[in-house]
């Protein structure tokens, strides 16, 4: 069974949940760099990208987007054949999450804390990516009811986990040095 009272489901409620502590992290650690004199710019750019995360999911913005994508396809009498162009997308996604992978381990090599709450974030927006692109066999997978929340909810959760301990280690190693 599914817990759901109209606007709010488990799975909405883990979302959000996900979002606003990862925004709150990010927004805290922004905030304890500027004071330490240590390099926040990242921070603050994570923070912007958890907030926009947030506002999708408080308003549909990726359903909203699928839904215009859906009716052109359908308008234009190939919503039959899309399997192969999402395909593409998402081998697409696929090689923009390996390389965005190497990028940032590499290019954050002497903050490995904000390099963790960088990938956490990334793959936090790579997973929005596949939500929007929304193949029948990756939604059967996502979204699949687990405990009365989706598939896809514990993954926003452990991602802002990832987000949140980057955060964390970022903090400890920018106080210890």
């Known amino acids: 069974m599914t817990w759901s009272y109209g606007y709010f489901s488990l799975t909405r409620v883990f979302g959000m949940l996900s979002f606003v502590v990862s925004f709150a992290a990010c927004i805290w650690r922004w905030r304890r760099c500027r004071l330490s004199g ?16 947030l506002a999708d999911m408080a308003f549909d ?4 987007l699928h839904e215009i994508w859906m009716t052109d ?3 234009g009498g190939w919503y ?20 965005g992978t190497v990028l940032i381990l590499r290019g954050f090599e002497a903050r490995p ?5 960088l990938l956490g974030t990334f793959l936090s927006v790579e997973l929005w990516l596949v939500e929007a692109v929304s193949l029948h066999g990756v939604d059967g997978v ?9 598939v896809v909810s514990f993954l926003w959760l452990v991602l802002a986990g990832v987000t949140c301990a980057g955060i964390w280690m970022d903090g400890v190693r920018v106080s210890a040095g």
């Open 73 to 75: 396809a359908m308008q």
């Open 113 to 117: 804390g904000a390099s963790i709450a």
């Open 80 to 99: 039959g054949e899309r399997r192969g162009p999402q395909l593409l997308v998402l081998t697409g996604i696929g090689c923009l999450t390996a390389l």
């Open 142 to 150: 996502l979204y699949r009811q687990l405990g009365g929340a989706m």
């Open 38 to 53: 240590a390099s926040s710019t990242v921070f603050m750019g994570l923070a912007a990208v958890q907030l926009g995360l």
């Open 61 to 64: 913005l990726r359903w909203k």
